[in-house]
């Protein structure tokens, strides 16, 4: 087992989950615009729509395993393209963040959750993420395939879970820093872009 491959895991986990994205922008404006418990009912639905992506790339790709190496390599250098497309993608869109309150309107605590699940399982983008993402840090020989996925996937959920959490538990405070630092946007935009290359060159060699 390595454990160095699980802390880099967890370690580009934390950047991407920092990184400003889709969504944890609409979970800061859901914060924002009508409170913490809001933002964190939000939360709550998008990490657990994870769990079904999981499920398809661990059941998906380590049948692929299975039946053929030279497949599976191919799946790898797919992910390592993606991921630099996404960092092409991040350094052509704008920097700046949207704080556009019209983009949370007010539902129950159920609602939000319901929507935050259905906002990530019926997103094609995070399946193809994921499938982009895992396969780069399996890190046993022992251990099957699938449990090494779940466990990956255990690990995003509950990284991504606190970094989101304390997104909206602090939202007024990140749109304040944000709002007076104009370069902040600028540093995430580069982050986002250095984690995707990276990642990419991690999964690669």
């Known amino acids: 087992m390595s454990v160095e491959t699980l802390i880099a895991f967890v370690g580009a986990t934390t950047l991407l989950a920092i990184s400003p994205?889709?969504?944890?922008?609409?979970?800061?404006?859901?914060?924002?615009?009508?409170?913490?418990?809001?933002?964190?009912a939000t939360v709550s639905g998008l990490i657990t729509g994870c769990i079904?992506?999981?499920t398809l790339l661990a059941f998906g790709v380590s049948a692929i395993i299975k039946e053929n190496d030279t497949i599976f390599f191919g799946i790898k250098v797919f992910g390592a393209i993606y991921l630099l497309f996404l960092a092409y993608k991040v350094y052509r869109s704008d920097s700046n963040i949207d704080f556009d309150s019209g983009q949370a309107p007010r539902k129950s605590y159920k609602g939000l959750f319901i929507q935050g699940f259905f906002m990530n399982v019926l997103n094609p983008k995070v399946t193809i993420f994921f499938l982009a993402f895992f396969p780069g840090f399996l890190f046993s020989e022992e251990l099957s395939t699938?449990?090494?996925?779940?466990?990956?996937g255990g690990i995003f959920m509950v990284v991504s879970f606190v970094i989101f959490s304390a997104i909206a538990l602090l939202a007024g405070q990140i749109k304040t820093y944000t709002m007076s630092h104009k370069n902040s946007s600028l540093?995430?935009?580069?982050?986002?872009?250095?984690?995707?290359?990276?990642?990419?060159?991690f999964i690669l060699l």
Not at 21 to 40: C, E, F, H, M, R
Not at 146 to 152: A, G, K, N, S
Not at 188 to 196: A, E, G, H, N, T
Request: aromatic share 16%; hydrophobic share 55%.
């Open 52 to 54: 079904i992506h999981t």
């Open 21 to 40: 994205g889709p969504d944890n922008i609409y979970v800061l404006i859901q914060s924002l615009t009508n409170g913490k418990a809001s933002g964190l």
């Open 187 to 201: 540093v995430f935009k580069w982050l986002q872009i250095v984690v995707f290359i990276g990642i990419a060159i």
């Open 146 to 152: 699938i449990w090494q996925f779940y466990i990956l």
